[in-house]
């Protein structure tokens, strides 16, 4: 988060005293006027023989509604000063918030945009380098050949994972709607596993199934693509080895929980909302690692509400993450 320049600081801070000074000065005024009344009335009374002593004007009527009305006076400048130091406090705080707002959503913007050219421009690269070795090279060795046209199409598979996310983000967003089947919830978790564990090699994933699980009804790309996010998550951000768990088990009365939880870098408490929302990684672009858009959490969780589940974000022991989800088992979708 940036932060506001120096001077804004000092301009509310000089506000701020100005406000107090002038109802200091105006409080003094407005005594230095109450005597010279005082004064006025005892001369007054002493010209007009109304009082014996001098000091008797002090019982008189008129005496008590002058202190009367001071005594008003300073309460109303006094009341007044605290009101506009508050109001304009408050009206500054209010600035600051959506301020900060403005300045976070652009900065995810930023991030999105820089994460998002170099996720698109790598692979185009990677595949156009391999195109111009085959051109310029025509004796290639079969095996040189294969092995160039698998990481071509490792490319090609991680533009094509790229646009969908951002087409099903999009769509999520406006119009996307569940196509309901009945879904055997652990096989699922079994095959994105078995992705997950072709393209992370040292990743360790342990899948936990509690046997004669009931069915789901739910999306089958949808759930496919939240669990290849977790999975895929717990192996980017637990690096160089990678321990996942992943189980699905019986919850309450009509309810399966499914976690998926690594050994990796966690995420900070201050951070567990926000890595909901689109285009947010923790950290900044410029010292990230790993790749990644954003996309993913956001992707899930919208899933997840749209499966009429629950989804939590716990620390796991003694270290990394671990994502539980609550899902109803027979519902209308
Ligand atoms: P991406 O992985 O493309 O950055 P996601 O939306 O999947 O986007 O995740 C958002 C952010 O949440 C990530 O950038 C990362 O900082 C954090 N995060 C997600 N999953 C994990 C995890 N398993 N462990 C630690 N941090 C995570």
Redo the contacts with the bound molecule.
Sequence with gaps: MRRLPLITYAIIAYMLLAFGWWSVLLLRMNESAHEARVNELAYRLAVQRQIEEPADFRQTEQYFRLTEEFERQQFMILGEAVLLILSLAGGIYLLYRSLKQEISAAEQQRNFLLSITHELKSPLAGIRLILETFQRRKELKPEIQQKLSTNALAETDRLTALVNDLLLSAKLENVFDINPEEIDLGGLIHEAADRVAMKYKTAQLHVDIEPDLPKVIGDRLGLTSVAV?LLE??A???QPNPVIHTSLQRGGASEVVWEVS?N????PDREKKR?FTKF????SEDTRT?K???????IVRQLVEKHKGQLELLDNEPK??TFRIYLPVRQDL
């Design positions: 996010n998550n717990a980017k951000y637990s690594d990796g870098i966690g995420v890595v947010y990684r923790v950290g790993t990644g858009t954003g996309l993913g959490l956001f990394g993450t």
